[in-house]
């Protein structure tokens, strides 16, 4: 898959969960090349969509280059996700957004299709991560915060 659908198929009008993995590594169901630069791991197919929050595990600790720095966002490149958040080279433990100093820490309102992206400096060859979603489909975009 290249990038993780939002809605999924069938998503009635309401709040969702839903569960997804990326990375270089063939497991991942979204892969991502060792390339830097954005790359594209969640497509927001229809406007109305909210992502109230965010959580990562990292499953696989990530290597790269002495300068990998990974984050996730649209455009706030950084928007759900800081690289000094957590540790890309540890594993195991779900790392959410909470940070207040987060532009989209109460959730964001898509009023159009958009593109969520992972961030890439320095190029990363192996790991694997686990993303968390709650969202919602439906969502007047006047209503929610960071719209």
């Keep these: 898959m290249t990038a993780f659908n939002l809605p999924q198929i069938g998503d009635a009008i ?22 830097t630069g954005a790359q594209a791991i969640i497509n927001i197919n229809e406007p109305g969509v909210m992502i109230h929050d965010m959580k990562i595990q990292i499953v696989t600790a990530f290597d790269g280059d002495t300068s990998l720095e ?9 928007g ?15 790392y959410a957004n909470l ?4 532009a989209y820490a ?24 686990k993303v968390f979603i709650d969202y919602e489909t439906g969502v007047d975009s006047d209503a929610g915060p960071s719209a």
Excluded: C, K, Q
């Design 14 to 35: 309401g709040r969702h969960s839903a569960v997804f993995t990326f990375g270089p590594s063939s497991d991942a169901e979204v892969a991502i090349s060792s390339a």
């Design 106 to 129: 109460l959730g964001r309102v898509y009023t159009t299709s958009d593109v969520i992206n992972l961030s890439i400096t320095g190029g990363a060859t192996a790991g694997l991560a």
């Design 70 to 78: 990974l984050t996730i966002g649209d455009t706030d490149v950084d």
């Design 99 to 102: 940070a207040s100093t987060l």
């Design 80 to 94: 759900f996700m800081t690289d000094t958040l957590f540790g890309w080279g540890s594993s195991g433990a779900v």
